[in-house]
């Protein structure tokens, strides 16, 4: 077992948002385990290719991913990162004029320390209603 630092692990998921926000998937694949998942907020299971292939195909547009406080547990190998969120999204065909919309979310994310790195492995986002 070894010490890990959260605020490292805080400043990771701030940089893989910003890849994502960029469409930077090249960057962003390197962050996401090979066995990644998302669920959506809609309750839909991607896995690391559908959701990156989704990005840069630009059915999934993240015009902005603002994340409030990140709070962290590590245990051993593992930490769960859990912070509020606020995105602009536009998805759906990427020629037609998406208008985008504003979603404020919790997020749920699941790291593994693998091959000396961390990667996100699982990771869910629930829409808040307010």
Do not use: C, N
Not at 22 to 43: M, N, R, Y
Not at 60 to 83: F, K, N, P, S
């Amino acid at each position: 077992m070894h010490d890990t630092d959260p605020g490292m692990l805080a400043r990771i998921e701030r940089e893989r948002l910003r890849l994502l926000v960029d469409a930077d998937v090249d960057g962003a694949a390197e962050l996401h385990a090979d066995d990644f998942q998302l669920i959506t907020p809609s309750g839909r299971s991607l896995s690391k290719d559908g959701y990156l292939e989704r990005i840069r195909s630009g059915r999934i547009d993240y015009r902005r991913w603002e994340a409030g406080e990140i709070v962290v547990r590590t245990y051993g190998d593992a930490a769960v990162l859990r912070y509020r969120a606020e995105m602009i999204l536009a998805s759906g065909d990427p020629v037609a004029d998406v208008s985008p919309v504003v979603m404020r979310l919790w997020h749920t994310d699941l790291y593994e320390l693998r091959d000396g790195r961390w990667q996100i492995v699982w990771s869910q986002a629930t829409e808040i209603d307010e």
